[in-house]
């Protein structure tokens, strides 16, 4: 039986601790003094129909604005038509297509991983 040479705790927007199996801690991370990073997003009118932040975007605005029962329905109603989607696939049986995953067993699998593109890079 192996046992783990540290344990990591704490909030992923604070700080983390790490403890060593010596019994030694020490802050592992503080993210509230890391600098902010901007995402490098493609605009709303440039992502296909199904990329995620299309999809929500009516949730995300009403969150921002803070009307909750907008967001609710928002999010109801984008629910509701990929249950409808997905039945009508299911009575169609056509299979659901995806463009950057495959599914291995129970899990999918991001097909282009961080050390696929950088091993690419480098050739």
Known sequence: ???????IEGEWNGVMD???ATGESDVFIDT????????????????????SRRLWKDVTNNL??????????AKHSLEERQRSEARER???????ETRLFHEDG??????????????????
């Open 1 to 7: 039986d192996a046992l783990p040479i540290c344990t």
């Open 18 to 20: 790490i403890k060593y």
């Open 32 to 51: 509230k003094k890391m600098p902010m990073v901007k995402k490098k997003v493609r605009k709303l009118e440039d992502q296909e129909e199904y990329e």
């Open 64 to 73: 921002k604005i803070r009307d909750i029962d907008a967001a609710t329905d």
């Open 90 to 96: 299911k009575e169609t049986d056509t299979p659901w």
């Open 106 to 123: 129970e899990c999918w699998v991001y097909d282009e991983p961080l050390l696929k593109r950088i091993a690419a890079s480098k050739h």
